[in-house]
C-alpha cells in the first residue's frame, strides 16, 4: 500500500514539476493562458468533489460561491485600486462572504432530504445570479466591468505560478482534509448517514463544515478567475458555472480530488479546441450537447469517472481489488 | 380596486402556469420519490413545439396538441432513459436529470435556432373584457381557466380511477402497492408522461403569454416549479395548486408595489417554510 | 401435488448482509405452516424473499410447481400469493374500499364474490366501508389487510405476525378469522406467540440465525421442550 502511495505521490510531483517548468520552456501565450484556466477551474471542481464525492452532497449553487469570490475581487481591486494588498483583502472578503453564505444554506437545509439541498441551492444561486443584474450600481450588470489587475499580474507567468501554487497549495490541503479524522466521518456521511449518526457523529456539523470548505475554495477559484480576465460580468454566477464543475468532477472521477482536475484539463481543452471547429462547423457551437451526452452516459455507466475507470483498470493488471465505493454506488431504496 | 383586480388576475394565471409544471413535478416525486430536474426542459419543449406549430399551421389548437404530444415523447425518452437506468439512487438521479436538462435546453437551439422566437396570442383570445370599470385580459382569463379545469381533471382521475388510486396508495406505499398485484413501473411511467405533458402544456400556454420564448426559460420556471413543491409539500396535488397561486400573487402584488423585494420573495417564503415546517404547508404525508 | 409452495436452499442478501443463508420449506396445500424462530433469525424476510420483495441470491421457490423467483412483486402477487405484512401496509389516508379495491384484480363475479365473503367474515370493514384505513382499531387493520390479501384471488397467503400488538380478545377473533381462511386458502404464518402458533398452526418450521433447521407436525414441537428451548426461547 505505502509503495503505491509513494508511487502516486512520485507522479504528483514529476507532473506539479512539469507544470512549473512548461512556461519557461514554451513561449506559447495560448497555452499559458489557457493551463492557468484549467488550474482555476481545478480549484473549483475540486471543492465541488468534497462535497459531492466524499460528503455525497448535491449542490446546484457552486457558482454562487465562484461568483462571491469573483464580485469581491472585482470590486475591491476596482474600487481601492490594483495593489497586491488589495488582492489578498479582496480573496480575504470573498472567504468570509462565502463561508457566511454556505454557514447559512447548510444549517438550513442539511438536515433535510439531498433534494432540498439541491433544489435550495440551485433556486438561492438563481437569486444571486438576479441580484448581481439588478445591483447595478455595484455589478454593472451583465455589462459587467473591467478593472486593473495588480501590476505584478500583468506578466502572464506570475499569474501563472499563482494560480498553479493555489491548485497544489488547494489540493494538499484537501487531500490532507479527507485522511483527516474529519475527512473519515465525511466519507462515512457518504457511505451511511444514519449509521454515522448513530455512531455518536453530529452528522450536521460535518456536513456544514465541508460546505464552508467548499465554499471558500470555490470563492478563491472565482477570485483568480476574476484577475485572469480583469473584467466580471453576471456570467460567474450563472448556472454554466456549476455545470461545469459538475461535468469536470463527474468525467473526471467523483472522490478523488486527481479526477476533478484531470476533469478540468478535459473539459478546457475539448472547449478550446471546438469552440475552434466550430468557426468552420457551426454544429460544434453546441459542444456543450456533446458534454451532456458524455456526462450522462458516465453517470449511468462509468459513475467513478476516469480516474475510477483507469484504477479498476490498474487492479486488473495487477490482480489488486479495487474499493467500490462513492456517492453513485446504488443504494437500498427505502420510502 | 381596477388595480387590485389586475394585479389578482396576473397572480392567478402565472400561479397556474407555475402550477402546470409542478403538479407533474409533486406526483412523481411522492410516487417515486424522483426529483426530476429536468421538468423545466420538458416546459421549454411544450413552448418552442407550439410556437413552431402556431407560425406553421396558424391554429393555436393544433399548436397545443403539438405541445402535448411533445411532452407525451419526451416523458416516454426520458423515462426509459434517463430515470429507469438509475431508479433507486438519489444523488445519481439528481445528477443525471440535471445533466438532462442541459441537453434539452441546447436541443432547442439546435432545432429551433439560438435565438428567441416571438409568440402571438390567438385572435380570438387576444384583447380584453371591460366590466365596469375593470378591464379583464381575455388570455389571462383563459390560463386561469385551463389551470382550474386541468386541476379538476386531474383530481378527477386521482379520485376516480383505478390508475388514480394505484397512484394515491404508491404515495403511501409503493411495496404495498407491489405485494397487492399492481405493476407500479407501468403506473410511474403513466404519472411520468402526464406529468410530462402538463409541464409542455405549461409551456404552450406560456409562450403567448410573455410574448417570447427562449431555451433558458426553462431553468428559471422549472425553479419556480420547485419552490411551489416544497412550499406546498412534495407530493400533495392541491398543495402545489395553493402554493403555486401564492408564489404567483405574491410575485405579480410585490412586483407591484416592492418591486426591490419581488424576486427575493419566493426564496424568503421558501426558505421559511424550509425552517419551520419542511414537510410543506400541505403535506400529503408526514 | 400436495406442496403448494416450495422453497430450496434458498439465500437473501440486504445490503451487504446475508440474512437468509439457506432456507428450504414447503406449504402443503389446505394447512396451516407456521414458521418459528426467535426474533432476526430470518422469518419476516423469508416471507418478503417470496413476494420479491428482497429477492432471493439463489436458490429456487416453487409455487403451483412454477419458479417465481425470478419475477417482479407485482407478478408473484399476480400468480396466486396474498400477503399481509407485519406492520398491516394499510393505506391510512384511503378508506376501507378503497384499501380492497387496490387489491381487486378486476371487476368480475369471481373478484365480486370474494368481497362478499370477507365482507361476511369482517363485517366490522363493511361498516367503516367509507372510513379511512388509518382511523381503524389495532385489530380492525389486520382484518382490512388480510381481507385485501384475500381478495386479489389468492390460493396462498403470507401472514406475518397477526397478534402484534393486539389485545388477547382481538387475538382469538384473529385466530377465528386464520381458521375461517384456511377453507379457502392456504397459509404461510409468521408467529412468534408460541400459543397461537400452536392453535392454528398444523405444521411448523424452525428458523435460526437464516437457516431452516427443523420441520414437522406442529404437535410435535408442543411436545417437545427441548426444541422450543433451544430455538425459542420457551418452555
Known amino acids: 500500500m505505502s509503495k503505491v502511495l509513494s508511487l502516486n505521490k512520485s507522479i504528483y510531483l514529476i507532473i506539479a514539476l512539469a507544470l512549473l517548468i512548461f512556461p519557461f520552456v514554451s513561449d506559447s501565450r495560448t497555452w499559458t493562458i489557457l493551463l492557468t484556466q484549467i488550474f482555476i477551474f481545478a480549484i473549483l471542481a475540486m471543492s465541488y468533489d468534497l462535497l459531492l464525492g466524499y460528503t455525497g452532497i448535491v449542490s446546484f449553487g457552486h457558482a454562487m460561491f465562484f461568483g462571491i469570490g469573483a464580485y469581491s475581487t472585482g470590486i475591491v481591486l476596482d474600487t481601492f485600486g490594483p495593489t497586491l494588498l488589495f488582492f489578498v483583502l479582496s480573496i480575504a472578503i470573498g472567504f468570509i462572504l462565502a463561508a457566511v453564505v454556505s454557514f447559512f444554506v447548510g444549517i438550513l437545509t442539511l438536515r433535510l432530504k439531498s433534494h432540498y439541498f439541491a433544489m435550495l441551492t440551485l433556486a438561492l444561486s438563481g437569486l444571486f445570479l438576479v441580484a448581481a443584474e439588478k445591483w447595478r450600481s455595484l455589478t454593472f450588470g451583465n455589462d459587467g466591468f473591467t478593472f486593473r489587475a495588480p501590476e505584478i499580474f500583468q506578466d502572464r507567468l506570475v499569474f501563472y505560478l499563482l494560480s498553479l501554487g493555489c491548485l497544489i497549495a488547494v489540493f494538499i490541503f484537501l487531500k490532507r482534509f479527507v485522511s483527516s479524522p474529519m475527512g473519515h466521518v465525511l466519507i462515512s456521511v457518504r457511505e451511511n448517514e444514519n449509521r454515522t449518526a448513530s455512531l455518536g457523529f453530529k452528522t450536521l456539523h460535518y456536513k456544514v463544515i465541508a460546505s464552508v470548505v467548499a465554499g471558500v475554495f470555490a470563492s478563491l477559484a472565482g477570485s483568480l478567475y476574476a484577475v485572469s480576465l480583469r473584467f466580471v460580468n453576471t456570467s460567474v454566477m450563472t448556472m454554466d458555472i456549476t455545470l461545469d464543475a459538475l461535468l469536470m468532477t463527474i468525467i473526471g472521477g467523483v472522490g478523488t480530488l486527481v479526477g476533478p482536475i484531470l476533469g478540468a484539463g478535459v473539459i478546457e481543452l475539448a472547449q478550446h479546441y471546438l469552440s475552434g471547429l466550430a468557426r468552420d462547423y457551426p454544429i460544434f457551437e453546441r459542444w456543450i450537447i456533446l458534454f451532456g451526452i458524455l456526462y450522462i452516459v458516465a453517470v449511468i455507466f462509468f459513475p467513478r469517472g476516469i480516474v475510477g475507470g483507469i484504477q479498476s483498470i490498474y487492479a486488473r493488471l495487477t490482480g489488486k481489488k479495487v474499493k467500490v465505493a462513492g456517492p453513485m454506488k446504488k443504494s437500498v431504496v427505502k420510502s | 380596486m381596477e388595480l387590485l383586480i389586475n394585479l389578482l388576475i396576473n397572480g392567478l394565471a402565472t400561479g397556474m402556469l407555475i402550477f402546470l409544471l409542478a403538479a407533474g413535478l409533486t406526483l412523481i416525486f411522492g410516487l417515486m420519490s424522483v426529483l426530476n430536474f429536468a421538468h423545466g426542459g420538458l416546459f421549454v419543449w411544450g413552448a418552442f413545439a407550439a410556437v413552431w406549430m402556431y407560425a406553421t399551421t396558424g391554429s393555436f389548437i393544433l399548436a397545443i396538441l403539438g405541445a402535448v404530444v411533445t411532452g407525451v415523447i419526451l416523458g416516454f425518452v426520458t423515462e426509459k432513459l434517463i430515470i429507469t437506468p438509475v431508479y433507486g439512487n438519489h444523488v445519481q438521479q439528481i445528477l443525471i436529470t440535471l445533466g438532462f436538462m442541459l441537453v434539452l435546453t441546447e436541443m432547442i437551439k439546435v ?47 386521482l379520485k376516480r380511477t383505478k390508475i388514480g388510486l394505484i397512484v394515491r396508495a404508491g404515495v403511501l406505499n409503493k411495496e404495498m402497492v407491489q405485494a397487492l398485484g399492481n405493476n407500479i413501473k407501468q403506473v410511474f411511467l403513466f404519472t411520468f408522461i402526464a406529468g410530462a405533458a402538463l409541464a409542455a402544456l405549461g409551456g404552450a400556454l406560456m409562450a403567448p403569454y410573455s410574448g417570447v420564448v427562449y431555451a433558458e426559460m426553462g431553468l428559471e420556471f422549472g425553479i419556480l416549479a420547485f419552490i411551489v413543491v416544497v412550499i406546498g409539500g412534495m407530493g400533495s396535488l392541491p398543495g402545489s395548486l395553493m402554493a403555486a397561486i401564492l408564489v404567483g400573487l405574491a410575485g405579480s402584488f410585490m412586483a407591484y408595489y416592492v418591486p426591490a423585494l419581488s424576486l427575493a420573495v419566493n426564496m424568503i417564503l421558501m426558505a421559511l417554510v424550509l425552517i419551520f415546517r419542511p414537510q410543506g404547508l400541505f403535506a400529503a404525508k408526514g | 401435488m400436495t406442496d403448494l409452495l416450495e422453497m430450496r436452499d434458498v439465500h437473501t442478501y440486504i445490503g451487504e448482509y446475508h440474512i437468509l443463508q439457506g432456507v428450504n420449506f414447503t406449504a402443503p396445500k389446505g394447512q396451516v405452516s407456521v414458521l418459528l424462530g426467535r426474533n432476526g433469525a430470518g422469518k419476516t424476510t423469508t416471507l418478503k424473499t417470496i413476494m420479491g420483495l428482497h429477492p432471493s441470491k439463489s436458490g429456487s421457490i416453487l409455487f403451483e410447481g412454477n419458479p417465481i423467483e425470478k419475477l417482479p412483486t407485482h407478478k408473484i402477487a399476480q400468480s396466486g400469493l396474498g400477503y399481509v405484512p407485519e406492520d398491516q401496509g394499510i393505506f391510512a389516508t384511503l378508506t376501507v374500499e378503497e384499501n380492497i379495491r387496490v387489491a381487486m384484480r378486476d371487476q368480475s363475479e369471481a373478484t365480486a364474490e370474494r368481497v362478499d365473503y370477507v365482507l361476511k367474515l369482517f363485517p366490522d370493514l363493511k361498516k367503516f366501508w367509507k372510513k379511512d384505513g388509518g382511523n381503524l382499531s389495532g385489530g380492525q387493520k389486520q382484518m382490512l389487510s388480510m381481507a385485501r390479501a384475500f381478495v386479489q384471488d389468492s390460493r396462498l397467503l403470507l401472514i406475518d405476525e397477526p397478534s402484534k400488538g393486539l389485545a388477547p380478545v382481538v387475538i382469538g377473533k384473529v385466530i377465528e378469522a386464520i381458521h375461517e381462511l384456511k377453507k379457502q386458502s392456504t397459509i404461510v404464518l409468521v408467529e412468534q406467540n408460541f400459543r397461537m402458533a400452536s392453535l392454528v398452526g398444523d405444521t411448523f418450521t424452525l428458523i435460526d440465525d437464516g437457516r431452516t433447521v427443523h420441520t414437522g407436525e406442529m404437535g410435535y414441537l408442543v411436545e417437545n421442550e427441548e426444541m422450543k428451548r433451544k430455538y425459542l426461547g420457551i418452555g
Open chain 2, 111 to 157: 432545432v429551433f435556432g439560438p435565438n428567441q422566437l416571438a409568440a402571438k396570442v390567438p385572435p380570438y383570445l387576444a384583447g380584453s373584457w371591460e366590466v365596469g370599470d375593470v378591464i379583464l385580459i381575455k388570455y389571462r382569463m383563459f390560463i386561469i381557466l385551463i389551470g382550474f379545469v386541468v386541476f379538476g381533471i386531474i383530481q378527477f382521475i
